[in-house]
Protein backbone atom coordinates (compact mmCIF):
# COMPACT_ATOMS: atom_id res chain seq x y z
CA UNK A 1 0.00 0.00 0.00
CA UNK A 2 1.30 3.27 -0.71
CA UNK A 3 0.22 6.46 0.68
CA UNK A 4 0.25 10.35 0.38
CA UNK A 5 -0.01 12.73 3.61
CA UNK A 6 -1.16 15.99 3.61
CA UNK A 7 -0.93 18.09 6.24
CA UNK A 8 0.50 21.86 6.82
CA UNK A 9 2.56 20.54 10.25
CA UNK A 10 5.70 19.98 9.12
CA UNK A 11 6.54 17.87 11.96
CA UNK A 12 3.30 15.88 12.33
CA UNK A 13 4.17 14.64 8.54
CA UNK A 14 7.51 13.63 9.25
CA UNK A 15 6.56 11.48 12.41
CA UNK A 16 3.41 10.03 10.22
CA UNK A 17 5.72 8.98 7.47
CA UNK A 18 8.41 7.44 10.15
CA UNK A 19 5.24 5.79 12.23
CA UNK A 20 3.83 4.52 8.67
CA UNK A 21 7.20 3.25 7.55
CA UNK A 22 7.85 1.11 10.36
CA UNK A 23 4.70 -0.65 9.80
CA UNK A 24 5.44 -1.46 6.07
CA UNK A 25 3.92 1.48 4.59
CA UNK A 26 5.04 3.45 1.50
CA UNK A 27 4.55 7.35 2.07
CA UNK A 28 4.91 7.87 -1.95
CA UNK A 29 4.77 11.82 -1.38
CA UNK A 30 3.74 14.64 1.04
CA UNK A 31 1.45 17.76 0.75
CA UNK A 32 1.35 20.72 2.72
CA UNK A 33 -2.20 22.45 1.51
CA UNK A 34 -4.98 21.23 -0.87
CA UNK A 35 -3.56 22.84 -3.75
CA UNK A 36 -0.37 21.14 -3.70
CA UNK A 37 -2.36 17.63 -2.58
CA UNK A 38 -4.43 18.17 -5.56
CA UNK A 39 -0.59 17.93 -8.12
CA UNK A 40 0.72 15.15 -5.75
CA UNK A 41 -2.40 13.27 -6.01
CA UNK A 42 -2.70 13.47 -9.86
CA UNK A 43 1.18 12.44 -10.57
CA UNK A 44 1.33 10.05 -8.04
CA UNK A 45 -2.20 8.33 -8.02
CA UNK A 46 -1.82 6.74 -4.74
CA UNK A 47 -4.00 3.73 -2.97
CA UNK A 48 -4.73 5.91 0.08
CA UNK A 49 -4.83 9.51 0.57
CA UNK A 50 -4.97 11.06 3.96
CA UNK A 51 -5.55 14.21 4.71
CA UNK A 52 -6.19 16.81 7.25
CA UNK A 53 -8.94 19.76 6.59
CA UNK A 54 -7.34 23.15 8.31
CA UNK A 55 -4.82 24.09 5.80
CA UNK A 56 -3.72 27.12 3.99
CA UNK A 57 -4.39 28.16 0.81
CA UNK A 58 -6.97 25.38 0.36
CA UNK A 59 -8.41 23.41 3.27
CA UNK A 60 -8.59 19.35 3.10
CA UNK A 61 -12.60 19.80 2.04
CA UNK A 62 -11.76 21.65 -1.25
CA UNK A 63 -9.09 19.77 -1.83
CA UNK A 64 -10.83 16.34 -1.72
CA UNK A 65 -13.96 17.69 -3.96
CA UNK A 66 -11.42 18.83 -6.41
CA UNK A 67 -9.42 15.15 -5.98
CA UNK A 68 -12.55 13.53 -6.31
CA UNK A 69 -13.62 15.16 -9.40
CA UNK A 70 -10.71 14.84 -11.18
CA UNK A 71 -10.25 11.27 -10.08
CA UNK A 72 -13.30 9.84 -8.98
CA UNK A 73 -11.58 6.26 -8.15
CA UNK A 74 -9.55 8.35 -5.41
CA UNK A 75 -9.75 7.13 -1.83
CA UNK A 76 -9.24 9.88 0.53
CA UNK A 77 -9.05 9.73 4.45
CA UNK A 78 -10.02 12.86 6.52
CA UNK A 79 -7.32 12.75 9.53
CA UNK A 80 -8.36 15.33 11.45
CA UNK A 81 -8.29 16.71 14.96
CA UNK A 82 -12.10 17.69 14.82
CA UNK A 83 -15.01 15.79 15.54
CA UNK A 84 -17.47 18.65 14.81
CA UNK A 85 -20.35 17.14 13.46
CA UNK A 86 -20.26 19.53 10.36
CA UNK A 87 -16.70 18.71 9.31
CA UNK A 88 -17.60 14.91 9.65
CA UNK A 89 -20.58 15.54 7.24
CA UNK A 90 -19.12 17.60 4.80
CA UNK A 91 -15.92 15.36 3.97
CA UNK A 92 -18.40 12.65 3.48
CA UNK A 93 -20.27 14.72 1.04
CA UNK A 94 -17.19 15.69 -0.52
CA UNK A 95 -16.15 12.45 -1.20
CA UNK A 96 -13.97 11.32 1.66
CA UNK A 97 -14.02 7.51 2.00
CA UNK A 98 -13.05 7.70 5.81
CA UNK A 99 -12.85 10.55 8.89
CA UNK A 100 -10.36 9.36 11.73
CA UNK A 101 -9.01 11.73 14.36
CA UNK A 102 -5.69 11.92 15.18
CA UNK A 103 -5.96 10.74 18.33
CA UNK A 104 -5.84 7.60 17.57
CA UNK A 105 -3.15 4.90 17.93
CA UNK A 106 -0.73 3.87 15.77
CA UNK A 107 -1.93 0.09 15.16
CA UNK A 108 -5.51 1.47 14.80
CA UNK A 109 -4.15 4.15 12.07
CA UNK A 110 -2.34 1.39 9.93
CA UNK A 111 -5.95 -1.10 10.32
CA UNK A 112 -8.20 1.41 9.00
CA UNK A 113 -6.18 2.32 6.25
CA UNK A 114 -6.23 -0.76 5.17
CA UNK A 115 -10.04 -1.41 5.20
CA UNK A 116 -10.02 1.94 2.92
CA UNK A 117 -7.66 0.71 0.60
CA UNK A 118 -10.03 -2.78 0.60
CA UNK A 119 -12.91 -0.55 0.01
CA UNK A 120 -14.31 -0.42 3.83
CA UNK A 121 -14.88 2.96 4.81
CA UNK A 122 -13.02 3.29 8.11
CA UNK A 123 -14.52 5.93 10.76
CA UNK A 124 -12.96 6.87 14.56
CA UNK A 125 -15.57 5.23 17.11
CA UNK A 126 -18.80 6.90 17.33
CA UNK A 127 -18.85 8.63 14.07
CA UNK A 128 -20.39 5.98 11.79
CA UNK A 129 -23.07 6.18 14.03
CA UNK A 130 -23.40 10.01 13.36
CA UNK A 131 -23.30 9.45 10.11
CA UNK A 132 -26.34 6.74 10.28
CA UNK A 133 -28.57 9.33 11.94
CA UNK A 134 -27.86 11.77 9.48
CA UNK A 135 -28.82 9.69 6.45
CA UNK A 136 -31.65 8.35 8.41
CA UNK A 137 -32.84 12.19 8.97
CA UNK A 138 -32.08 12.83 4.87
CA UNK A 139 -34.19 9.43 4.35
CA UNK A 140 -37.43 10.97 6.50
CA UNK A 141 -37.27 13.54 4.12
CA UNK A 142 -40.86 13.51 2.23
CA UNK A 143 -39.53 15.38 -0.98
CA UNK A 144 -37.49 12.86 -2.34
CA UNK A 145 -39.31 12.76 -6.36
CA UNK A 146 -39.75 8.95 -7.44
CA UNK A 147 -37.51 6.60 -8.54
CA UNK A 148 -39.70 6.51 -12.12
CA UNK A 149 -37.73 9.08 -12.94
CA UNK A 150 -34.22 7.15 -13.49
CA UNK A 151 -33.42 4.87 -15.95
CA UNK A 152 -32.97 1.03 -15.76
CA UNK A 153 -29.19 1.82 -16.31
CA UNK A 154 -29.36 5.28 -13.89
CA UNK A 155 -31.01 2.76 -11.36
CA UNK A 156 -28.13 0.07 -11.88
CA UNK A 157 -25.62 2.46 -11.09
CA UNK A 158 -27.65 4.51 -7.94
CA UNK A 159 -27.43 0.78 -6.56
CA UNK A 160 -24.09 -0.01 -6.98
CA UNK A 161 -22.81 2.84 -5.68
CA UNK A 162 -25.34 3.03 -2.72
CA UNK A 163 -23.37 -0.35 -2.17
CA UNK A 164 -20.11 1.50 -1.35
CA UNK A 165 -18.49 0.48 -4.69
CA UNK A 166 -16.22 3.77 -6.74
CA UNK A 167 -16.80 4.74 -9.69
CA UNK A 168 -14.16 2.79 -11.13
CA UNK A 169 -15.89 -0.63 -9.31
CA UNK A 170 -18.95 0.51 -10.66
CA UNK A 171 -18.04 1.08 -13.93
CA UNK A 172 -16.13 -2.43 -13.87
CA UNK A 173 -19.49 -4.08 -12.98
CA UNK A 174 -21.20 -2.42 -15.70
CA UNK A 175 -18.71 -2.62 -18.59
CA UNK A 176 -18.31 1.37 -18.52
CA UNK A 177 -15.87 4.00 -18.18
CA UNK A 178 -15.77 5.96 -14.67
CA UNK A 179 -15.98 8.85 -16.21
CA UNK A 180 -19.38 7.59 -18.21
CA UNK A 181 -20.17 6.52 -14.14
CA UNK A 182 -19.49 9.95 -13.09
CA UNK A 183 -21.72 11.43 -15.58
CA UNK A 184 -24.64 9.23 -14.50
CA UNK A 185 -24.54 10.03 -11.39
CA UNK A 186 -24.49 13.67 -12.43
CA UNK A 187 -27.85 13.45 -14.49
CA UNK A 188 -29.22 11.20 -11.14
CA UNK A 189 -28.25 13.63 -8.61
CA UNK A 190 -30.06 16.50 -11.11
CA UNK A 191 -33.00 14.41 -11.89
CA UNK A 192 -33.57 13.89 -8.33
CA UNK A 193 -32.66 16.66 -7.53
CA UNK A 194 -30.44 16.05 -4.53
CA UNK A 195 -27.73 18.33 -3.67
CA UNK A 196 -24.74 15.89 -2.44
CA UNK A 197 -23.92 12.33 -1.95
CA UNK A 198 -25.68 11.80 1.36
CA UNK A 199 -28.42 12.38 -0.21
CA UNK A 200 -28.24 10.16 -2.93
CA UNK A 201 -27.01 7.40 -0.22
CA UNK A 202 -30.42 7.94 1.85
CA UNK A 203 -32.23 7.91 -1.32
CA UNK A 204 -31.06 4.70 -2.80
CA UNK A 205 -31.68 3.25 1.07
CA UNK A 206 -34.97 3.93 0.53
CA UNK A 207 -35.29 1.82 -2.70
CA UNK A 208 -33.92 -1.12 -0.84
CA UNK A 209 -37.09 -4.38 -0.52
CA UNK A 210 -35.82 -4.26 2.97
CA UNK A 211 -35.63 -0.50 3.75
CA UNK A 212 -38.27 0.19 6.53
Known sequence: ????????????????????????????????????????????????????????????LEATRRIRAEMPEACIVILTTSDEDEDLFEAIKSGARGYLLKSMNADDLVHCLQQAREGVPPFSPGLATKLLGEFARLARRPAMPPEATLTPRQHEVLT?????????????????????????????????????????????????????
Not at 1 to 29: F, K, P, R, W
Not at 170 to 199: C, D, F, N
Open 1 to 60: MNVLLVDDHHLLLEGLQNLLAAHGVDVVGLAHDGLEAVERARALRPDVILMDIRMPRCDG
Open 160 to 212: LVAEGLSYKEVGVRLSLSPRTIKYHMAEIMAQLHLEHRAQVLAYAARLRPDAP
